[in-house]
């Protein structure tokens, strides 16, 4: 079983910057993908960015330049730093996993953005 835990969101002012981290806990596993997705008011979840073995990184084209994913492979963690926050990056950021064939969602963690 696996268990994503998301933190580090919060209020942030635009043009600041903020990195927000995904634990993984569990035993008996080996992540290869673990990633991020966001869903702002009234909007559906979209893909914001992943890291795949072995460091492969994909990102939205929204995001691409001001957001930069890793990971601590040992430790089963990804992290999401974003640089020169906007308003449009608002809203609740979830980690994603899959293993096997079950994806894993963490419980989200919220950014919002003064402006």
């Known amino acids: 079983q696996v268990q994503l835990v998301e933190s580090g969101g919060g209020l942030v002012q635009a043009g600041e910057s903020l990195r927000l981290t995904c634990a993984a806990s569990g035993s008996g596993f080996t992540l290869n993908l673990m990633g991020w997705h966001r869903q702002a008011p009234g909007k559906e979840r979209e893909f914001v960015a992943e890291i795949r073995s072995p460091g492969i990184k994909s990102y939205a084209d929204s995001v691409k330049g001001r957001f930069t994913i890793s990971q601590d492979g040992a430790k089963n963690t990804v992290y999401l730093e974003i640089h020169s926050v906007k308003p449009e990056d608002a809203g609740v950021y979830y980690c994603?996993?899959?293993?096997?064939?079950?994806?894993?969602w963490g419980q989200g963690t919220q950014v919002t953005v003064s402006s």
């Open positions: 994603h996993a899959p293993l096997g064939w079950r994806d894993y």
